[in-house]
């Protein structure tokens, strides 16, 4: 069982910034896809950004140029710094982890392949 625990999220303004943060119990990085996800209001959650244990990334079109995801191995710690912030990235943020794979050995990208679930961090962005 792998717990994760995210942090960093708040409210901003349009244009600005955050980086958010998610602590896994366990060393996972190397072995699992690990992954950020969002959900607004009403809306299903959907993949924002991926890397595997290489450090190989995919990323939702809507943040692509604006999201970095990224990763501390040593600190078991994995990191999704935000720029630009636009209001319709307003959402619940949360972090993922499973060894699933596609049959190319990519991570795959939606949530239903990912089996363990951080409780979620809130992100605002005011116009």
């Known amino acids: 069982q792998v717990h994760l625990v995210e942090s960093g999220g708040g409210s901003v303004q349009a244009g600005g910034s955050l980086r958010l943060s998610c602590a896994a119990s366990?060393?996972?990085?190397?072995?699992?896809?690990m992954g950020w996800f969002r959900q607004a209001p009403g809306k299903e959650r959907e993949g924002v950004a991926v890397?595997?244990?290489?450090?190989?990334?995919s990323y939702a079109d809507s943040v692509k140029g604006r999201f970095t995801i990224s990763k501390d191995d040593a600190k078991n710690i994995l990191y999704l710094q935000m720029n630009s912030l636009k209001p319709e990235d307003t959402a619940m943020y949360y972090c993922a982890a499973d060894r699933a794979r596609n049959s190319g050995g990519a991570c795959y990208a939606l949530p239903l392949y990912f089996s363990f679930w951080g409780q979620g961090t809130q992100v605002t962005v005011s116009s």
């Open positions: 890397i595997d244990g290489v450090g190989r990334t």
């Open positions: 366990e060393y996972t990085y190397s072995t699992y896809c």
